[in-house]
């Protein structure tokens, strides 16, 4: 395989069609053809199903079209780490955040970080973030760990600071004197973006307490559609505090006693690749900041279980 016909198998998927994808290269369309016939060949398996409306994959095409953009984003990070050593510029630095992450480890280390890399930033979960990252098109994510995740020959997990989880509610709500799970069975509530790919972290807290399935009013990736949810109506949320605390006004956090699973925050990198130079510096001051945040909650852990 070479990597000029693995790149006319991503440019086909990504323009969808013959035309579109032998524009992009700068090549003509029978030379796009030879490209996709040879990586056949040299592969033993059709790719490509070829009809009156153009073009699909086969399900060796797709099973290859992952491992190509792989192995295209590698090369492409590659040339422009030489392209910066030779002029001097200064490199991109792609990664995954969760708007916890964002807002707690990357914008407060933006003035700190000027200089090192031109960052660019996509917002999600971990899953979401996942298949980006596994092509080679994140060098790292910082977002929950999944309960359960360790790491694997694909990914690498290092905890970074955990956070307490609250349910929260509009100040006033009329369920805010609730101390016990099981008081807001009847309850309505708003989930955020999941951090796994099989149930919300309130669904999971109310299975652990044997609970029935709980009420959830409103899914919503939005952060922002979340809090407006728990300000503007009855629904209560599931928020660690820095998700919460601008809102102190209009919300407050009910001091349930049961046991919640705290949310662990963690940098996640693919296992046996290394990142580059800017990223790993990066890495360095998201370690620092966390271990400076995870001092303030220990604090804060000792001061509430004093004025107990």
């Not at 490209?35 to 398996?45: F, N, T």
């Not at 990070?77 to 050593?85: D, G, H, K, P």
């Not at 009910?254 to 130079?277: H, Y």
């Amino acid at each position: 395989m070479k990597l000029s016909q693995l790149s006319a198998l991503v440019a086909l998927v990504e323009a969808g069609s013959m035309r579109g994808a032998a524009r992009e290269l700068g090549v003509t369309q029978p030379a796009l053809s030879t490209r996709i016939a040879e990586l056949e060949r040299d592969v033993g398996a059709h790719l490509v199903h070829r009809t009156a409306r153009g073009t699909t994959l086969t399900s060796a095409g797709h099973a290859l079209l992952a491992h190509a953009r792989t192995i295209c984003n590698q090369v492409d990070r590659a040339q422009a780490e030489m392209a910066r050593l030779s002029q001097s510029s200064s490199p991109t630095v792609s990664l995954g955040a969760s708007p916890l992450a964002a807002g707690e480890l990357i914008a407060p280390l933006l003035n700190e970080v000027q200089g090192i890399a031109h960052f660019n930033v996509t917002e999600g979960q971990f899953h979401d973030l996942a298949p980006d990252m596994r092509e080679g098109g994140l060098e790292m994510i910082i977002a929950p760990i999944p309960p359960g995740h360790r790491d694997t020959k694909v990914f690498q997990f290092e905890e970074l600071v955990t956070y307490p989880m609250h349910v929260v509610a509009r100040a006033g709500h009329p369920l805010a004197g609730c101390r016990r799970l099981v008081d807001l069975c009847g309850a309505s509530w708003v989930v955020g973006a999941a951090t796994s790919t099989h149930r919300s972290t309130v669904e999971e807290l109310y299975a652990a307490q044997q609970l029935p399935p709980p009420q959830i009013a409103l899914h919503s990736d939005s952060i922002s559609l979340v809090q407006a949810s728990i300000v503007q109506a009855d629904l209560l949320g599931l928020l660690p505090v820095p998700l919460f605390s601008l809102l102190s006004s209009s919300v407050q956090a009910l001091r349930i006693e049961d046991p919640i699973r705290p949310l662990r925050l963690g940098l996640i990198t693919l296992a046996g690749i290394p990142t580059s130079p800017a990223a790993q510096l990066f890495a360095d001051f998201v370690r620092k900041r966390s271990e400076d945040i995870a001092k303030v909650l220990a604090l804060q852990r000792r001061s509430d279980v004093e004025g107990i």
